[in-house]
């Protein structure tokens, strides 16, 4: 199985800041590259997908980057609704594998 | 805009079967371009990809379940299921449903999910 491999696990940043998240894959995974949003008790939601095309309705305040085995994702400005779990995913071979996920917390 | 709910027993015994169906609204589950998948979050917990099914019936499955899962489609209903069979207290979890969208150059992508049902294995 391909291991991904989140960094941080937690992070605490204030309202206005720019943030990176970054996921590494344990072999090459091209572009095949999800990121999802999962705010607590309700289901993750699709932010980027192929590492770096934004879903449908998904404020541009959010970017990815990457290609290979190392990708990040970017907010730009924190928002209030922006605190939450994020999870990277690969989609290049199956199963498809998650990060363990970041949990992105106000300052 | 596509809907997915999830349904079935919230508390199932140890060694016997899950059993979960995920009803599709506002779409329909035989376009050619999407797969059906179950994915699954142990409490305080991350994701595990459990397997996905396409409407003609051809399913992928994670290796470590493989053996005790199975995903089938019902375009009559609408609706796909899982089974698991076997259960023990390390199954217990949110079990999501979730369209599968996929793209030849950028890969796949599950951009609708349902709002997940939480399943207990204990007797």
């Known amino acids: 199985d391909i291991q991904m491999t989140q960094s941080p696990s937690s992070l605490s940043a204030p309202v206005g800041d720019r943030v990176t998240i970054t996921c590494r894959a344990s072999q090459t995974i091209s572009v095949y590259l999800n990121w999802y949003q999962q705010k607590p008790g309700k289901a993750p939601e699709l932010l980027i997908f192929g590492a770096s095309s934004l879903h449908g309705g998904v404020p541009s305040r959010f970017s990815g980057s990457g290609s290979g085995t190392d990708f990040t994702l970017t907010i730009s400005s924190l928002q209030p609704e922006d605190f939450a779990t994020y999870y990277c995913?690969?989609?290049?071979?199956?199963?498809?594998?998650f990060g363990r996920g970041t949990r992105l917390e106000i300052k | 805009q596509v809907h997915l709910q999830e349904s079935g027993p919230g508390l199932v015994k140890p060694s016997e079967t899950l059993s979960l169906s995920c009803t599709v609204s506002g779409g329909s589950i035989s376009n050619s371009s999407h797969y059906w998948g179950w994915i699954r979050q142990p409490p305080g917990k991350g994701l595990e990809w459990i397997g996905n099914i396409h409407y003609s019936g051809t399913a992928y499955y994670n290796p470590s379940l493989s053996s005790r899962v199975t995903i089938s489609v019902d375009t009559s209903k609408n609706q796909f299921s899982l089974k698991v069979r076997s259960v023990t207290a390390a199954d217990t979890a949110v079990y999501y449903c979730?369209?599968?969208?996929?793209?030849?150059?950028?890969?796949?992508?599950?951009?609708?999910w349902g709002q997940g049902t939480l399943v207990t294995v204990s007797s």
């Open positions: 995913q690969q989609t290049y071979s199956s199963p498809y594998t």
């Open positions: 979730g369209r599968d969208s996929m793209n030849k150059w950028l890969g796949r992508q599950t951009d609708f």
